[in-house]
């Protein structure tokens, strides 16, 4: 990077976290408006979740190509035309009017995007000297991981007050502020063109999109019961099949080697592959528990899920500082401690608690993800070489997004295993004589009636899906525990305490 990337920094990262905040944003705040879209776009309830899965598969397939991308055309053309791709396809899937063209243009939105957040992760390790990389990564994992957050909460004031096609147009200003920015600050550089390994972009892009197929389609056509999933499953294996065979023996692979003999950056992706996986499982399952269950309106479950991110916001404020001044797999140690212990109270979680209850548990998840996710990215990136770090941003991404797909699948399905098992385990013990079974129900409700068996039904559904819940929660909290013993194998990196002059400063 130039000295004048040195000397923008400020602004260069301003538009940088601009541009990942709309692209993180994007994954969940349509996600409350599919309903509304489904009757504008006159869509069945299966098709409509094209929206999300194209966008998704999308991302997936194209993000491998970032290091490549950032090469062939140099960094900061290749940012610009990520975002201003991202833009213009925004504004393409707000004015659809039919389901093709939605999902044709959540697809080129996809793609636009996908290279961006590697680029711009690389872009800030080079434009900040070692002592502020702490500081560079707590902004980028702000915007993303804070924004999925939140996204839900604008999504749903968005649909509510003006129309699903704003959650698409309000992209258009922030795109335009970061493409001026980046435009005015961001240095020029030659491009370094690089063959492309289109055997290895090719079998990779087609296993990760065939695998985030499959996990998306499994839960409505039976898992393996489905030929689908049975074909999608084949292709995805075969496809990595490919993509190992040909990396281990072509002598310049899509994701150069060296990535992987270092044992710091391998490390680190195993942690970020479980955990982000983990967090994803909790994002996904909490507001679907808060408003299936103990019946929370949109808005108050994102009031109450609100203190996860403010405690997360105010701990990586302090962790760009102490991430040179404290070593660092004691950080990640703590933060795996503090989100174990998170996940194990929620899985003491029941239908009569409150919701301090659930506040003080996120918070603790908050807490832990906060210490430990910018560590373990600088500890990845400590030793990886300036001109290989948008290829190992590439596939840090791709590793932390099969990790999070995997994990909501696999809640999702041992949500709707448990469910069921637990509901017919309770089934057996109903008996309409019982008096205890009249202990919560409405007084006057004579048994043996359509209504009564109505109520018990729906009674015996809710409290099988608690245990469901609580089950998904013990699984999270032991895996979240056995990752631990990997923090024995990483290396310590030295500690700088305070900012060293650079070549270029």
């Not at 201003?84 to 039919?98: P, Q």
């Not at 335009?176 to 090719?202: N, T, Y």
Request: hydrophobic share 55%.
């Amino acid at each position: 990077m130039s000295a004048a990337g040195f000397a923008n920094r400020g602004p260069i990262t301003a538009g940088l976290i601009l541009a990942q905040i709309m692209g993180a944003l994007d994954v969940t705040v349509v996600n409350v408006a599919l309903p509304h879209m489904q009757a504008s776009l006159s869509a069945s309830p299966e098709q409509i979740t094209w929206v999300i899965t194209s966008y998704m598969i999308a991302m997936a397939a194209a993000t491998p190509a970032a290091g490549w991308f950032a090469s062939r055309f140099g960094v900061k053309p290749a940012l610009l035309i990520c975002v201003a791709g991202f833009t213009i396809t925004s504004v393409m899937c707000g004015i659809a009017v039919t389901l093709p063209e939605m999902v044709l243009f959540r697809t080129l939105q996809g793609l636009a995007i996908a290279p961006m957040a590697p680029i711009a992760q690389a872009v800030l390790f080079n434009i900040n000297p070692p002592e502020r990389h702490g500081r560079a990564m707590a902004l980028f994992t702000m915007a993303s991981v804070l924004a999925p957050v939140v996204g839900p909460i604008i999504g749903g004031y968005i649909t509510e007050y003006l129309s699903w096609r704003w959650c698409f147009f309000i992209n258009v200003p922030a795109g335009l502020a970061s493409i001026l920015i980046l435009l005015i600050f961001m240095p020029s550089e030659a491009a370094v063109p690089r063959r492309f390994d289109v055997l290895g972009f090719a079998s990779l892009a087609i296993a990760v999109g065939a695998f985030q197929l499959m996990l998306d389609r499994g839960t409505v056509r039976d898992w393996f019961a489905s030929t689908e999933i049975w074909i999608e499953a084949t292709i995805a294996a075969g496809a990595f099949w490919v993509y190992v065979v040909h990396s281990a023996t072509a002598p310049l692979p899509l994701f150069p080697n060296a990535l992987w003999r270092d044992r710091n950056y391998v490390i680190s992706q195993i942690f970020g592959f479980f955990f982000m996986g983990l967090q994803f499982c909790s994002l996904t399952l909490m507001p679907l528990m808060m408003q299936g269950l103990l019946g929370y309106p949109v808005i108050y479950s994102g009031i109450v899920s609100t203190p996860r991110g403010v405690i997360m916001m105010a701990v990586l404020q302090v962790m760009g500082w102490l991430d040179s001044r404290v070593d660092r797999r004691l950080l990640v140690a703590i933060g795996t401690a503090a989100l174990s212990l998170g996940f194990w109270e929620m899985s003491r979680f029941d239908l009569v608690m409150t919701e301090n209850q659930i506040i003080w548990a996120t918070m603790l998840q908050g807490l832990g993800q906060g210490i430990m996710f910018v560590p373990l990215t600088t500890l990845g990136f400590a030793k990886i070489a300036p001109h290989l770090r948008a290829d190992a941003a590439a596939a840090m991404t791709i590793i932390r997004y099969v990790g999070g797909s995997i994990g909501v699948a696999s809640v999702q399905a041992l949500t709707a295993m448990n469910s069921q098992t637990m509901h017919a385990a309770y089934a057996e013990h109903i008996h309409r004589l019982n008096p205890q079974l009249y202990a919560h129900l409405p007084p006057g409700l004579a048994p043996g009636t359509e209504t009564w068996g109505a109520v018990i039904n729906s009674e015996i559904s809710r409290m099988s899906l608690m245990v469901a819940y609580v089950d998904d929660f013990w699984v999270m909290t032991i895996i979240s525990i056995l990752c631990a013993p990997m923090i024995l194998l990483i290396r310590p990196t030295p500690r700088i305490l305070k900012d060293t002059p650079t070549a270029f400063e």
